[in-house]
């Protein structure tokens, strides 16, 4: 294991430098939609590099960089047509440098989002392999087959992609290619020696430049264990994901990650890497989160689960458990561009367990518009943010959260983009451009100031409300909650551990970080009082009421300012 993963915060980090990812706080730039300095309607890196002193002034320690690679945007950026270079709409590699140079500056570290599951279908290895026919070398990077049926005109398979309709496209030759999300969307052959020094590649060109870490797109589903019969999807449900299902969470893509954390601890720091893996237990996760492997894992527990008490102690318990037996720390994520934000979640009916994805839960509620509580939803949101803010680990927050930014429902069918809405599936219902609208920046002027011309996705009018300007000038802001919370956060930044208290109610948590700096959640809807307490509150969700907490807010505790 590498010093820099072991170094345990309680008895002071070796090195700081290499260990600054394990409670820090990230923020995840979706670079079309975060600011556009061209005026093109697309956000672009110029425009993150002008926004460099927002995000010094907002106190984040990192920035995560969704893709901004070339791509056909047949998903948002996620289909990527080159590894190492930029979008030409989206700038240069010398912007791409200006603008890590400025971050750093700022002592903001930059994490870039890597998609190694697949590649575009625009990638000049798919298009070579279209070229070269079957039987071909090219065609061995991805995953070709012969269909069934008497003239191979049926798919391989029955399988379904991730957005809905069949795994598998057939070819103009005849041939069939498994895409886990959209056609657009081909899958890599991982057992192939050219596919994995490729991606070694990938990580030392963006190492080089200054790159400080890596988030890793479905880690989970990278190698694949393709051995005839393939088995059909009803019996791809049966088998246990225990490390040998055929296509999902193998144990030997760890493989993999074991030689990308050789690649990292060339480098000085060495650089880190967070996994998106969806997988079914804490243990199977914490292979992700290992110190020879990638060494952290999305946590999305919070994000799927209610703004409920018990809820909140059970997963907070889990994790942190999970992170003292990896030796990685945790993460904890409310929002992200995957997923509706979450004031709109907590301002909709209680989830109970069915899943958070891009806007199934509006539908089921009846409609955006029906159903929406969003001040109750912005006032829970605020609470959950600050309880989350006190944790040990790292916190993720999604562009737009610090504003209190709602989804956005008021896009046509025919202005929407994203692959989930038009192929339904597993990702059945509004998709997930609500939480990808360009943001706010001035309550007037074009675009509410993302550029001087329009955005990629409707802006409602209700934008100007929440817009960069006003909520500067107004202390009770989401944006000065964020920047006040942010800004203590790193002060009273301590030890990677909690002690609950026991408040006598099963609706109000409370726990105190190893240096005395507590948290008091209210989940109910009576006021609890915090006696004496109240005189060391330094910061709270909403006002409190005398020494009393409100419903539905976090206060935090901290004896020592
Ligand atoms: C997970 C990403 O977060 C999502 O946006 C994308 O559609 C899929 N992976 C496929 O790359």
Redo the contacts with the bound molecule.
């Keep these: 294991m590498t010093d820099a993963l072991l170094a345990d915060t309680e008895t002071r980090p070796v090195d700081p430098a290499a260990t600054w990812w394990r409670q820090a706080a990230v923020y995840q730039i979706y670079p079309r939609s975060f600011a556009d300095a061209n005026g093109d309607g697309l956000g672009d890196i110029p425009g993150v590099l002008s926004r460099a002193d927002y995000l010094a002034e907002l106190g984040i320690d990192a920035v995560w960089l969704s893709p901004f690679y070339p791509s056909a945007l047949a ?2 950026g ?1 289909d990527v047509a080159d590894y190492r270079n930029i979008d030409p709409r989206l700038g240069t590699l010398s912007d791409f440098d200006a603008m890590v140079t400025a971050l750093h500056e700022r002592d903001i570290r930059v994490v870039v989002d890597i ?1 190694p ?2 590649t575009s279908d625009l990638h000049e290895w798919f298009q070579e392999a279209l070229r070269a026919g079957r039987g071909s070398a090219a065609r061995e990077r991805y995953i070709f087959r012969e269909g069934a049926g008497a003239d191979g005109e049926l798919p391989p398979t029955d399988w379904v992609s ?1 957005f809905g309709g069949p795994a598998w496209t057939r070819v103009d030759d005849g041939q069939w290619y498994l895409h886990s ?1 959209a056609r657009e ?1 081909p899958d890599l052959n991982w057992a192939h020696p050219e596919v994995r020094e490729d991606f070694l590649t990938t990580l030392r060109f963006w190492s080089d430049r200054g790159v400080d870490g890596f988030r890793i ?2 880690a989970h589903m990278l190698t694949k264990d393709l051995t005839e019969p393939l088995p059909s999807r009803e019996e791809l449900a049966q088998i246990p994901r225990d490390g040998n299902h055929p296509l999902l969470d193998r144990d030997d893509v760890h493989e993999v990650y074991a030689e990308w954390r050789s690649v990292f601890n060339e480098y000085d720091p060495p650089r880190t890497a967070v996994a ?1 893996a969806w997988v079914e237990t804490p243990e199977r996760r914490a292979k992700y989160a290992s110190a020879e492997g990638l060494g952290q894992a999305f946590n999305f527990d919070l994000l799927e689960a209610d703004f409920d008490a018990a809820q909140f102690h059970r997963i907070i318990d889990e994790n942190l458990e999970q992170a003292r037996t990896t030796g990685s720390s945790t993460t904890w994520v409310l929002s ?3 997923v509706t934000r979450h004031a709109t979640r907590y301002g909709l009916p209680p989830l109970g367990g069915r899943p958070v994805k891009q806007g199934v839960e509006w539908v089921a509620a009846g409609g955006p518009a029906e159903q929406l509580d969003r001040e109750g939803g912005l006032r829970r949101a605020r609470a959950a943010t600050l309880f989350m803010l006190a944790l040990p680990g790292s916190a993720y927050l999604y562009q737009g959260e610090e504003l209190g930014l709602h989804e956005v429902a008021e896009i046509s069918p025919e202005e929407r983009q994203d692959p ?1 809405f038009f192929r339904g599936g597993e990702f059945d219902g509004l998709g ?1 451009d609500g939480c990808r609208v360009p943001l706010p920046w001035t309550g007037e002027g074009a675009s509410f100031g993302f550029g001087a011309g329009g955005a990629h996705l409707p802006q409602p009018e209700w934008f100007a409300r929440y817009a960069v300007d006003a909520e500067s000038a107004d202390p009770a802001s989401t944006l000065s909650l964020y920047r006040e919370a942010l800004r203590l956060r790193h002060r009273l930044q301590s030890g990677e551990t909690l002690e609950w208290t026991d408040t006598g109610r099963a609706d109000v948590l409370r726990f105190t970080r190893p240096n005395g700096w507590q948290a008091v959640a209210n989940f109910g809807t009576e006021p609890f009082d915090l006696g004496d307490d109240a005189a060391d509150a330094v910061l709270a969700s909403s006002p409190l009421i005398g020494t009393s907490l409100p419903a539905e807010t976090t206060v935090w505790i901290a004896p020592q300012i």
């Design positions: 998903d948002g996620y998609v599951n697949h991730a999300f969307q797109d479905v998106e992200n561009h995957d989930a997930r």
